[in-house]
């Protein structure tokens, strides 16, 4: 069974793996959310932080279509990166799968999807997470 390869900011909500949430802190002293485990707030020092479950929907807010991959990279050649502004607030950059490039919107909703990719040396699966357009009407 695939496992989270981050399990500090992508819970499995399932024993099946197929669905998933991101994993923030939110500041008891100024409410400021974000992304991902942290030792004290980045916007007032506090280090009065209780975790929180984020929403697995958001906004499409920027993306860059990438055509030369880093090292390693796992999936196919060009792929869109693309930074999704959450209704908590904190901004989530993974790649956006299952839509093609020129219908891309700035704006556009996009939901949560967990993708299994194998792992660095190929004995194992990792569970990312990823965004797709979300369909509103489904």
Same mark, same amino acid.
């Given at each position: 069974m695939p496992e989270s390869i981050d399990p500090q900011r992508l819970r499995l909500a399932d024993d099946e793996r197929a669905s998933g949430v991101l994993l923030g802190v939110r500041c008891l002293d100024c409410g400021v959310t974000v992304f991902g485990p942290c030792a004290f707030c980045q916007s007032c020092t506090s280090d009065r932080l209780e975790p929180v479950e984020l929403e697995g929907t958001g906004v499409l807010y920027s993306y860059t279509v990438v055509r030369v991959p880093p090292a390693g990279w796992p999936g196919p050649v060009p792929y869109v990166l693309g930074q999704v502004e959450l209704p908590e607030g904190p901004q989530v950059l993974a790649? !956006? @799968?299952?839509?093609?490039?020129?219908?891309?919107? @700035?704006?556009?909703? !996009?939901?949560l999807a967990l993708q299994a990719v194998a792992s660095e040396g190929g004995t194992e699966e990792k569970l990312v997470y990823k965004w797709r357009p979300a369909h509103p009407d489904d």
């Open positions: 790649e !956006v @799968i299952d839509c093609e490039h020129d219908q891309l919107k @700035i704006g556009m909703l !996009v939901e």
